[in-house]
């Protein structure tokens, strides 16, 4: 991580540049010693841009995952489901019980 005064940007912007495009890594800059900006070149900030995209997308998925797995059901609607099933069942000719275990 390279960090710089501000001024730098002014006094030395084609080393500034030079230095961004040849390692692909941002440079920060301070101002009164505290952080500004942050200077990085295009490629760099695409694939960073790209990176949180990403991470982002990763998250709503999980989340939503989460959300579909974890769907509650009451004990009407169970036994409402049973019974649905059982009857689709019996309409399919299977008259045949068959038990696990």
Do not use: C, W
């Not at 960073?48 to 990763?58: A, S, T």
């Not at 995952?65 to 609607?77: A, I, T």
């Amino acid at each position: 991580m390279m960090i710089r005064p501000i001024t730098d940007l002014r006094n030395n912007f084609k080393e500034i540049s030079e230095t961004v495009h040849s390692s692909n890594e941002p440079i920060y800059l301070t101002k009164n010693g505290y952080g500004d900006m942050v200077v990085m070149s295009i490629e760099a900030f695409e694939q960073f841009k790209d990176k949180h995209e990403l991470k982002q997308r990763i998250i709503e998925s999980e989340t939503l995952q989460q959300q579909q797995n974890s769907k509650y059901y009451g004990h009407d609607e169970v036994f409402d489901m049973m019974e649905q099933t059982v009857k689709e069942h019996f309409k399919n000719g299977n008259s045949d019980v068959q038990r696990e275990g």
